[in-house]
């Protein structure tokens, strides 16, 4: 049996899939990514010395605010009222990397996936476009779901 795309039409247009038949249910997604930076950024970052100001506070601020937008920047997302999000961050002085984690909850008919992935993706562009002036080399990686809760597909752990 031949699998149906479930975002084009029969004509093969793209398409929002119809979520009016599914429960709503508690959802969560949890995202993480990496910002590999250099040694001055990393000690303007802990030092608060950024001029741009609170480099990981605005970031934070930043990540939340794309969550709340990503029906706007993803196409065939859905607009979800979110429950929580929460953006948090790991520090590896030693190795220069800051990594992002963001997490969102929803009660829905869909996941909050892209939700998450949009959350931490702008938190790491919000930490390279303040630090961009001491150093416009950094990297951000690894940018994946670390897991997901809730809907018909069930529970997903990342295994990396």
């Known amino acids: 049996m031949e699998e149906k795309f479930t975002h084009f ?3 093969g247009n793209a398409v929002m899939v119809d979520v009016s038949e599914k429960n709503i249910t508690s959802r969560t997604a949890i ?6 930076v250099n040694a001055a950024v990393m000690q303007a970052v802990l030092n608060h010395t950024v001029k741009k100001g609170d480099v990981l506070g605005v970031a934070r601020i930043a990540g939340i605010m794309a969550v709340k937008q990503t029906s706007n920047l993803i196409p065939m997302c859905h607009t979800l009222l979110i429950n929580k999000c929460k953006v948090d961050f790991k520090i590896k002085e030693e190795t220069n990397e800051i990594t992002a984690y963001c997490t969102v909850k929803v009660d829905g008919k869909t ?3 892209m939700e998450a992935l949009t959350g931490v993706s702008v ?3 919000t ?3 303040m630090c961009k002036a001491i150093d416009k080399g950094m990297e951000m990686h690894s940018i994946h779901l670390v897991e997901k809760t809730g809907g018909k ?3 997903f752990h990342y295994k990396g």
Not at 31 to 36: E, F, M, R, S, Y
Request: no cysteine; glycine share 14%; aromatic share 4%.
């Open 9 to 11: 039409d029969e004509e």
């Open 123 to 125: 938190t790491l562009l």
């Open 153 to 155: 597909s069930g529970d």
């Open 31 to 36: 995202a993480q990514g990496t910002i590999k």
């Open 111 to 113: 996941g909050v996936e």
């Open 127 to 129: 930490i390279y476009d």
